[in-house]
């Protein structure tokens, strides 16, 4: 078996490490709930070569990735659901349905025009998944997976909603349920009802993630680059600390927040 730039290559090596006989024993004791997270932390391990703008890792990362849905095809084939090839075909089916404006005869102008053609198609889709399963009218949230990361879910649970209306009328009252929200916090607190802070604080960052979509920022990736932002500061607290010779443990508050307080100032330079 030699490595090549055909899909079919993969293909067939996954289906080899799958051999009932001469495959992998790790590989054959896999099944479609041991190897899920695998595919939640291939993709943050793509976008994390995104944001560094490594490339070299993309590449590498990508194909990790790339590696996902070849191996649950393949397992999903064992078990006589489907292969790679209906799922190819379903992804293939989807995108010209939903672009109308490139494969069809309808125009759309701008970005715009495009996301609401698109949201519309979707609207139909998720109708006609429901018809199929014989279900009632679907909910708009519906199909907003509960794996998201909580914040990135709150946001999309939002934004389904504003699609019917259910939304804020601007930033302004947004921003007053989050200050109120805040206040049932430090209401809670002072009850010393641990429970109730808990369902406050989720409010909390619920409101959050709402006055960030309605600021158009994606909370996710905004709390993501505030890690970022936060480890990359501390680390040279830390450096400065090691300069000064003291450990950072033995540093004091104030020392800490006068380090933090330089490189805070150097970023806004």
Known sequence: ?????????????????????????????QTFATIRHYTIEEAYEVADAVEREDFADLREELGDLLL???????????????????????????????????????????????????????????????????EQTPSVLDDVPSTLPALARAEKLTKRAAQVGFD??????????????LAEVDSAREM?????????????LFA???????????????????????SRRFHYVEARCREDGVAVEDAGLDRLDSYWNEIRAADKA
């Open 168 to 181: 804020w009328p601007h930033y302004a009252a947004v921003k007053e349920k989050l200050l109120e929200e």
């Open 1 to 29: 078996m030699q490595p090549s730039r055909e899909i079919s290559r993969l293909i067939e090596i996954m289906a080899a490490l799958r051999d009932p006989v001469t495959g992998c024993p790790w590989d054959l004791e």
């Open 68 to 134: 996902q849905p070849i191996y649950q095809a393949q397992l999903a084939k064992e078990a006589g659901h489907f292969d790679i090839g209906d799922v190819i075909y379903a992804i293939t089916s989807k995108l010209i349905r939903r672009h109308p404006h490139v494969f069809g005869d309808l125009d759309a102008n701008d970005a715009e025009a495009a996301q609401s053609r698109w949201e519309a198609i979707k609207v139909e889709e998720r109708a006609a998944k429901a018809a199929r399963k014989g």
């Open 192 to 204: 010393q009802d641990q429970a109730a802070v808990q369902e406050e604080i989720g409010d909390l």
């Open 208 to 230: 959050a993630a709402n006055l960030a979509r309605q600021a158009g920022v994606d909370p996710e990736a905004a709390l993501r680059d505030a890690n970022s932002k936060f």
